[in-house]
T-cell receptor, first 114, second 115 residues
Framework: DVKVTQSSRYLVKRTGEKVFLECVQDMDHENMFWYRQDPGLGLRLIYFSYDVKMKEKGDIPEGYSVSREKKERFSLILESASTNQTSMYLC?????????????FGPGTRLTVL | KNQVEQSPQSLIILEGKNCTLQCNYTVSPFSNLRWYKQDTGRGPVSLTIMTFSENTKSNGRYTATLDADTKQSSLHITASQLSDSASYICVVCCANTGTASKLTFGTGTRLQVTL
């Protein structure tokens, strides 16, 4: 069975803290994605990675960085958390290559920055 | 600008009734359209995926239609159940740019099924 896991379901951090969100997939997918989901805005792409150590900016990369040292793991880093980064963060993965490969999502991490 | 608009924003129906959710898009070039179901506090789960040449696709009580000429899709839910209560998100994909395809997401329709 397809599985994408995220390190935390809920996280509370203080302004200025460095925050790590971890995502692991067990499907040997080439592509991995980080989104944030806010009410009324839908999912917005932060960063994605199409291979180990490769990354590309999405639509809203400001204030975030990513790391992909192993194929199965993709980390999202908030260097200095701010209150406007309070959101639901969703990780997804898919096979590479053809355009209509389905993205499989993790359960999400609800991050609150105080 | 690539956009996906869904209607209605929210919907309440009685258990056992049918309903139809709408999706209009302006994404170009078009490759495929997907409907996802997202339970509260969970990640989205795919219901159907349709490419340009497909007009309709079913997954149990869920039937999606696609009119690529008018750039409209609908998701019809038959004989609704309480477990259908969720957000339904329409997602449109453009052609592969060489790396990973970027998706355009609608804001979703929040469906509540009541007794």
């Amino acid at each position: 069975d397809v599985k994408v896991t995220q390190s935390s379901r809920y996280l509370v951090k203080r302004t200025g803290e460095k925050v790590f969100l971890e995502c692991v997939q067990d499907m040997d997918h080439e592509n991995m994605f980080w989104y944030r989901q806010d009410p009324g805005l839908g999912l917005r792409l932060i960063y994605f990675s199409y291979d180990v150590k490769m990354k590309e900016k999405g639509d809203i990369p400001e204030g975030y960085s990513v790391s992909r040292e192993k194929k199965e793991r993709f980390s999202l880093i908030l260097e200095s958390a701010s209150t406007n980064q309070t959101s639901m963060y969703l990780c997804a993965s898919s096979f590479g290559g053809r355009s209509y490969n389905e993205q499989f999502f993790g359960p999400g991490t609800r991050l609150t920055v105080l | 600008k690539n956009q996906v608009e869904q209607s209605p924003q929210s919907l309440i129906i009685l258990e056992g009734k049918n309903c139809t959710l709408q999706c209009n898009y302006t994404v170009s070039p078009f490759s495929n359209l997907r409907w996802y179901k997202q339970d509260t506090g969970r990640g989205p789960v795919s219901l159907t995926i349709m490419t340009f040449s497909e007009n309709t696709k079913s997954n149990g009580r869920y039937t999606a239609t696609l009119d690529a000429d008018t750039k409209q899709s609908s998701l019809h839910i038959t004989a609704s159940q309480l477990s259908d209560s969720a957000s339904y998100i329409c997602v449109v994909c453009c052609a592969n740019t060489g790396t990973a395809s970027k998706l355009t997401f609608g804001t979703g329709t929040r469906l509540q099924v009541t007794l």
